[in-house]
């Protein structure tokens, strides 16, 4: 920054003259001729710091005051206007040289500033903008920024921060950003205005851009956390909703329901809890890391202060912070180290059925959107329940049908053997008696009566096989080994039997059983072509196995013969499932697997 132009002027008035003096004073001792290049100097000046128009006025001044000089002291009058005219041109060829010069030395100055603010830029926008913190990485801008401008220290300190003694403050401020830069106050005042008007607008800048750069970071981590739970939570529906519609049994799901819900919230422990009908207690169903503090399948009365009463009462999601009660639930999950639990209600259709519970250890609270993320893990355990319920309703229909049917045969059963089979063999008797008692010539008569006895018999036979088809008396005084071995020496064709267990079983199992060995045998026999069959029947001791082979031509169809589809339909309404394999010219095999309680 040049000095003002007052003062340039009062420096020509007093220089001249006081040159004008120094050139009298050497004129003792030298020529005067030689003394010009005395008002070279303050040309020079004038001109190199207030500009060419002030170093041009000094020039002429300068000229005019020498020429004067020269004139009186020379008394040649044409001399002095000679060289009057020499020094003016001289002077003002020095101004303008100085003036360039200067210019020249002006701009090779702003050249370097320049490129020293770009370095120090450069420096800190990679100090500023490369690091991952932006805190951490304003004690090394300082260093830089010292290090480059040539400064003892320099601080650059978070927030606002109030000068200290010896020490001078910049204020940084941006869009949401403030910050203080600290240098020693004894610095030169170019080096504070360059501070002032370069350095500190850059590292503004710099700073509103890191610290931009750092929020939009923040912003893609946040979502790219949101999108990854996202995903893993998507996941883990999508495999639930897999295991419910594939039928899993409701413990299965339950587990699986506790064990993803709590990957996914990041709790400690999980647990699914069903109410009991008379809503006084309730017990565990499911759960992941929560055997340690309940067991499975445990009672626990309702207790005031715990989130299964909470929610039991308000039909609603509720957490709890602490565990305070006297009640023994309150102490043992005390006890065990929970200290907050949040709880969402698992409602199949208007009905409370139980509660998904998610517990902590620690003394953080669980996030706020804890209830809204169990919901639909909440949603996928009331449509496994609603599954299972509605199973379990078809498998009781079913049942009940299958009930009936059995009831239904083994009363026409009872009808024929203890009516209709009695009244026949009655008549069958009385008809031989009359035989017997025709007289000799009636040959003819008897012969007649003979043929309508033998028919009735066989008449009667069938009907007892009839009567054997609809219900099988021999099951329920012999059993299932006797029934299945009569079967087996019904046959037309060889029967290989193996039973494994000689225990009996529920009726309901014993018919069933029954009713898929002799239909195997009879389509073996009519339909395949078979020449030896093997029954094995394994009684375990909660599952019955059954398994037919035959070496028929195979090719069995369930799909299309009313048989074997009535057979899979009574082994399904007992919670069981019927298999067939048949593929054409390698036999037929038949698989049975039947649950039942001891």
């Known amino acids: 920054m040049r000095p003002s132009v007052p003062l340039g002027v009062l420096v020509l008035v007093v220089g001249v003259p006081a040159e004008t003096v120094l050139v009298a004073l050497l004129s003792m001792v030298t020529s005067v001729l030689s003394l010009d290049v005395v008002y070279l100097f303050g040309v020079v000046l004038i001109s190199a710091v207030w500009g060419l128009g002030l170093g041009l006025v000094a020039a002429a001044a300068s000229a005019v005051a020498f020429g004067l000089y020269f004139a009186t002291s020379t008394s040649n009058p044409h001399g002095s206007w000679i060289m009057l005219l020499a020094n003016l041109v001289a002077y003002s060829v020095v101004a303008v040289l100085s003036c360039s010069v200067c210019a020249s030395t002006r701009l090779l100055a702003r050249e370097v500033d320049a490129r020293v603010d770009a370095d120090l830029s450069a420096t800190l926008a990679r100090l500023l903008l490369r690091a991952p913190d932006l805190r951490s990485a304003m004690p090394a801008a300082a260093r830089g920024l010292a290090r480059t401008l040539g400064l003892p220290s320099a601080s650059i300190q978070p927030g606002s921060v109030r000068a200290r003694e010896g020490h001078t403050t910049f204020p940084l401020r941006g869009d949401g950003m403030h910050a203080t830069l600290i240098v020693p106050a004894d610095l030169t005042g170019s080096t504070l205005r360059r501070l002032r008007d370069r350095a500190v607008p850059s590292l503004e800048l710099l700073l509103e ?165 169990m919901y639909e893990f909440t949603e996928l355990a009331s449509a496994a329940i609603a599954n299972a319920q509605s199973h379990a309703d078809l498998i009781a229909s079913r049942a009940r049908v299958v009930a009936a049917a059995d009831e239904t045969r083994r009363r026409i059963e009872r009808d024929l053997h203890d009516g209709t089979q009695q009244h026949l063999v009655t008549i069958a008797l009385d008809m031989r008696g009359i035989e017997v008692g025709l007289p000799p010539e009636l040959d003819e008569t008897r012969h007649r009566l003979s043929g309508a006895a033998r028919a009735l018999e066989e008449a009667l036979a069938e009907l007892r096989e009839i009567s054997r088809g609809l219900h099988p008396a021999i099951l329920a005084k012999g059993g299932l080994k006797v029934a299945l071995t009569a079967l087996a020496g019904r046959s037309s064709v060889p029967v290989e039997l193996a039973v494994n267990g000689t225990a009996r079983l529920p009726e309901r199992v014993e018919v069933s059983i029954y009713y898929v060995v002799s239909e195997a045998l009879t389509n073996a026999a009519k339909h395949a072509n078979a020449t030896a069959i093997r029954v094995d029947l394994s009684v375990e001791e909660t599952v019955v196995r059954l398994s037919v082979r035959d070496d028929g031509a195979g090719g069995a169809d369930p799909n299309h013969g009313s048989g074997l589809t009535g057979l899979s339909d009574r082994v399904q309404a007992l919670g069981g499932r019927l298999q067939i394999i048949s593929r054409p010219g390698e036999g037929t095999t038949l698989f049975a697997e039947i649950p039942y309680q001891p």
């Open 209 to 373: 851009a890191a610290h931009e750069r750092e929020r939009t970071a923040d912003a893609l981590r946040v979502s790219r956390d949101q999108l990854q739970r996202i995903v893993d939570e998507q996941t883990s529906l999508r495999h639930l909703a897999t295991l419910v519609a594939c039928g899993a049994p409701p413990t299965e799901v339950f587990d699986a329901v506790a064990r993803e819900m709590g990957m996914n919230l990041g709790v400690e422990h999980t647990v699914i809890v069903r109410y009991r009908p008379d809503d006084t207690a309730v017990v565990t169903a499911g759960s992941w890391n929560y055997r340690g503090i309940v067991e499975h399948g445990s009672h626990w009365v309702l207790e005031p202060g715990t989130v299964t009463e909470l929610v039991h009462r308000t039909r609603s999601p509720a957490r709890v912070s602490a565990y305070t009660g006297d009640g023994a639930l309150s102490k043992r999950l005390r006890d065990r180290g929970i200290v907050s639990s949040v709880g969402c209600p698992i409602m199949v259709g208007s009905f409370l059925w139980g509660i998904a519970i998610a517990s902590s250890k620690t003394e953080e609270p669980l996030p706020p959107d804890t209830e809204r993320r």
